[in-house]
């Protein structure tokens, strides 16, 4: 269903913001993402997909207090909506149906 | 500051309702950062998260609108117009790349020429506090400004002024032209050899490579070379302890090598290729035991003030304290900042030769002039090829565009062609670059070339948006219903603008004829202007040593003997250089000092007024039967007998005194000789007197030779002098060659203007050329009319004609007064000079005249040769 369609870097958002329930902001989430992942994130890419989220209803924001690191500036925090579940939820009942259709023959493929 | 500039350019960008928390974002991050990294790096992080946060999402609505797809498309579209018109007109184009390529290449050098002239002395440390010591006072009523002063002034002035923090002194061995430096079997001649006090470097800040700053000239006989001549001498082996001989007028004399300067890429006023410790040789010995304050003046004396002294105020202070050590103190002195030296100087005797400031404000406005052509042709031509484009910018505002779009899409036209003429310019510069380096003596490195990018492209930028303004403004105000009404799209305004910038052009070009014409003209006046001596097939063969002088006599008469020479004659100066000797001179033994009158003295040897050719006007010349007499005789010029107030006859004979020590010595005037010129044109005849005292002062002999067959003279000269002192290698110079060296500066400034003159020239004539044919083309249908109606080829020719010779008649009249004017001042410069005629006022006319006409004529002729029934079919 094209509706909950998300892209790979979306959906890594999406599910940090939902680990992080109540504490899901822009520094942090990069953070978490990065220790997780062992990849690196640009700012710029996770606030334009955070953007995107809200924008398709995936997420809410709320303005939070503002801290000494951030020079008193307000921290921004996601949530996720039961629509953002949704569509979580959907992409991956389409992986797991995609994997519980992979012949034994090919699933037993291995390194060694 | 890397991280305030994101930040400014994040808050432009950055959606009103997103910045806060964002910008913590990125705050956050670059503490994170800034933990691990240095300030730098992490201000480099936190760019690049900006320059990454540049996304749809992020930045403002109002700015999608130079990013939306539609407006790339726009700018695709008039790139794409730009090109294809580009193409189209290949001509137009090759002419306007061509012009402003011209343009930015003269600025590229003249800019390279300005900043090196400019880069003298600014290497010293608190360069600001550096001052030399100069001398003011009146000489014969007139005023004069040396650069030296007398050698005990700095101990006096370092004592009781306060406010000089340190003081050193340099001397260059007087009237030495050439010192020839030995080692081993090496031997270099240097022209800029100097005698310094121990604290000369702590002064003059030149990096040190081999050697101990604060010791190197301690001693006496002790040397610093620069790297230079180091590396000549030497090579990449460190001198220090080896022995350097240094021979020259004064003798030869050993020196220990000290040290070693790095000299390159550093240009001074004083430009050392070695130093010497003040207080070595014969000379340094004298110079080390002088200690007057008054007179004497042959020595530079630099000092270094405290910071925050009035250098002016504390300059004038000067005089009033040698007057209360000596009864009588004559000149001032003043200071002078060490980094004007260079480009402002005024003085006689400068240590090396000076930049002059007058030809770097010429060769801007040269510059700037020429690009300022080469812009004005781009605007005519652009402005002439509107009524191509008009249709087409009627079709843009018919679909709605808006005027400052217009204005975007000709501005950046503008800029495409400035960006061809740029790569071009490029090229061409690393193509001229040698021409230019063995032209100025300057060099201009690959690197810096390269280096030089950004400002070729500020130079770019500029003249894009100077070129491209006027027909941007132009062509987006034209009238949609004018344009596509088919109405002429031409308003009167914009011929007359047109107008006064050929006018404009035609003014710059005169000017330049003018100048290049003067220059010339006063150059091969100077060449044939009869000098008051014989100066061609005259031989200078420098004496180098004691040894030799004394030999004088034996000199003369082997030279002598050679079939070819005609006569052999000692001096101290040859007529190509500065008279350094001079002497008050009174006729009466108790004379005030304000009735004498200060004379050049040359000591000479018997022959020498003969072998030179110069007229003697009243009693005669020295002579080997005078035998006693000759120490107190002298032979005056015409100039010296004026100074005095007497006639030629009733000066010889007479006695003169002059003042030493123990009182007035009389002289016998025995003879008269014309004035003749023993300097350049550049000053004027001042009184002059041959003495006859040949034994020590005698520098050099002139030797005059037969002008046939004289590579045989030279070369039994050779034989005769490697026999007689076969250590000493011969060196002789052509006497006129040195004379001609004397106007190398003057030649250069003429090479440079001749060659502006052809490139403005060149621009003015493409430029009219490019004009001509976009208002023949204009005007094709009244040319047809007129045929039908019976003009010939003549009549259409001449009434064409007509318009281009008008506007040469305006820059006339505006250009030649201005012309004359400036030349005249640039001909003060010399004492002796021609005098601007009203051919150079008319010649420069004609030149433009016939050269634009020539230029037109092919496009006119076509015009007038045009089928009236091809062009009028249509109507």
């Not at chain 1, 269903?1 to 822009?26: C, N, P, R, S, W």
């Not at chain 2, 110069?614 to 005056?636: H, N, P, Q, T, Y």
């Amino acid at each position: 269903m094209k509706k909950f369609q998300l892209g790979e870097f979306e959906e890594i958002v999406l599910l940090t913001v939902a680990v992080l329930d109540q504490e899901a902001y822009g520094f942090g989430i990069k953070e978490e993402i990065e220790s997780r992942l062992e990849r690196s994130v640009s700012i710029g890419a996770l606030q334009s997909a955070l953007r995107r989220m809200e924008n398709k209803g995936y997420l809410t924001s709320q303005k939070g207090e503002g801290s000494t690191e951030r020079g008193g500036r307000p921290k921004l925090f996601f949530r996720i909506t039961a629509h953002g579940m949704r569509a979580l939820d959907h992409n991956r009942n389409v992986r797991l149906d995609l994997w519980n259709s992979i012949p034994a023959s090919v699933s037993k493929l291995s390194y060694d | 500051m890397i991280k305030r500039f994101a930040d400014i350019l994040f808050k432009w960008y950055c959606r009103k309702d997103y910045y806060l928390d964002i910008r913590g974002d990125l705050e956050e991050n670059y503490l994170k950062h800034r933990k691990k990294h240095s300030k730098w790096l992490s201000d480099l992080f936190f760019l690049k998260e900006v320059l990454f946060l540049f996304r749809p999402s992020i930045i403002q609505p109002g700015l999608h609108f130079f990013f939306s797809t539609n407006q790339s498309a726009m700018l695709k579209s008039y790139f794409k117009i730009a090109i294809r018109n580009l193409q189209r007109q290949k001509a137009y184009t090759a002419v306007n790349v061509l012009g402003l390529t011209v343009g930015i290449v003269s600025i590229f050098f003249i800019q390279n020429f300005i900043e090196s002239e400019l880069s003298y002395d600014k290497h010293h440390k608190d360069g600001d506090r550096l001052y030399r010591v100069a001398t003011y006072g009146t000489q014969n009523g007139e005023d004069f400004e040396m650069a030296t002063c007398p050698p005990g002034l700095k101990g006096r002035i370092l004592s009781e002024m306060p406010e000089i923090e340190t003081s050193t002194r340099i001397v260059n061995y007087l009237g030495v032209s050439k010192n020839i430096l030995r080692y081993d079997d090496k031997a270099i001649s240097e022209t800029k050899g100097y005698l310094a006090d121990p604290n000369f470097f702590d002064l003059f800040d030149y990096p040190i490579i081999y050697g101990n700053r604060q010791t190197m000239l301690d001693q006496p006989q002790s040397l610093t070379l620069s790297k230079t001549l180091a590396d000549k001498l030497f090579k990449d082996v460190d001198p220090v302890g080896l022995t350097v001989t240094i021979v020259n007028d004064y003798g030869k004399s050993d020196y220990a090598i000290t040290g070693v300067y790095d000299n390159e890429g550093i240009s001074s006023h004083l430009n050392p290729a070695f130093i010497a410790a003040m207080n070595s040789g014969e000379f340094g010995k004298y110079v080390h035991r002088n200690d007057q304050i008054v007179g004497n003046n042959f020595l530079f004396t630099y000092v270094k003030l405290l910071s925050g002294t009035d250098a002016e105020a504390s300059g004038k202070k000067i005089q009033g304290l040698i007057a209360q050590h000596v009864e009588k103190a004559d000149n001032a002195h003043g200071f002078v900042p060490i980094e004007d030296i260079y480009l402002y100087s005024g003085s006689q005797n400068e240590a090396g030769i000076g930049g002059d400031v007058r030809y770097i404000y010429i060769l801007i406005s040269i510059a700037l002039l020429i690009l300022f052509i080469a812009c004005i042709n781009f605007a005519n031509m652009a402005t002439a090829q509107a009524s191509k484009r008009a249709k087409e910018i009627g079709v843009r505002k018919t679909f709605g565009a808006q005027k400052r779009m217009i204005i975007t899409q000709f501005l950046g036209e503008s800029l495409v062609i400035t960006l061809l003429a740029l790569v071009v310019s490029t090229g061409m510069i690393f193509l001229i670059a040698p021409y230019y380096s063995s032209f100025t003596g300057k060099e201009v490195l690959s690197v810096t070339i390269l280096e030089k990018v950004g400002v070729l492209l500020m130079i770019g930028l500029i003249t894009s948006l100077l070129a491209g303004s006027y027909p941007s403004f132009y062509l987006s105000s034209l009238k949609l219903r004018n344009i596509l009404g088919g109405q002429s799209s031409h308003s009167a305004g914009t011929f007359i603008v047109r107008k006064v910038l050929v006018v404009f052009q035609f003014v710059v070009g005169i000017l330049l004829i003018v100048g290049s014409m003067t220059i010339a003209n006063q150059l091969s006046f100077i060449q044939s202007k009869s000098l008051g001596f014989k100066s061609d097939d005259q031989l200078v063969v420098p004496l180098q040593s004691e040894e030799v002088i004394s030999q004088l006599k034996k000199v003369k008469t082997t030279f002598s003997d050679i079939p070819g020479v005609q006569r052999v004659a000692g001096t101290s100066y040859t007529p190509a250089q500065f008279v350094l000797s001079d002497n008050f001179y009174n006729l009466s033994p108790t004379g005030e000092r304000s009735e004498s009158v200060l004379i050049r003295q040359n000591d000479v040897d018997f022959g020498l007024i003969e072998t030179l050719g110069i007229e003697v006007v009243a009693g005669r010349v020295f002579d080997e039967d005078m035998a006693g007499e000759l120490e107190k005789s002298l032979v005056l010029n015409e100039a010296a007998v004026r100074a005095f107030g007497l006639t030629n006859e009733e000066i010889v004979n007479r006695e003169i005194y002059t003042e030493q020590r123990y009182g007035a010595i009389p002289y016998k005037v025995i003879g008269v000789v014309s004035d003749f010129h023993s300097e350049s044109l550049h000053r004027p005849i001042e009184p002059y007197l041959f003495a006859m005292r040949p034994q020590n002062n005698v520098k050099s002999v002139i030797v005059s030779i037969d002008g046939q067959g004289y590579q045989n003279t030279i070369s039994a000269l050779e034989d005769r002098w490697d026999s007689l002192f076969p250590t000493l290698p011969f060196e002789f110079y052509f006497l006129d060659q040195q004379l001609k060296a004397q106007y190398e500066a003057d030649q250069k400034f003429g090479q440079i203007i001749n060659l502006f003159t052809a490139v403005a020239l060149v621009l003015c004539l493409i430029g009219i050329f490019g004009l001509t044919s976009f208002t023949v083309q204009q005007s094709l249908k009244e040319i047809s009319i007129r045929k039908v109606l019976g003009a010939s080829i003549g009549n259409i020719y001449s009434s064409l004609a007509f318009k281009f010779l008008l506007l040469v008649g305006i820059a006339s009249i505006i250009s030649i007064p201005i012309g004359i004017t400036v030349m005249n001042r640039w001909l003060d410069l010399f004492a002796f000079h021609i005098e601007l005629g009203i051919a150079s006022a008319i010649i420069p006319v004609l030149i433009i005249v016939f050269s634009s006409l020539t230029v037109i004529s092919y496009k006119l002729f076509f015009a007038a040769r045009v089928n009236p029934t091809v062009i009028l079919r249509g109507e």
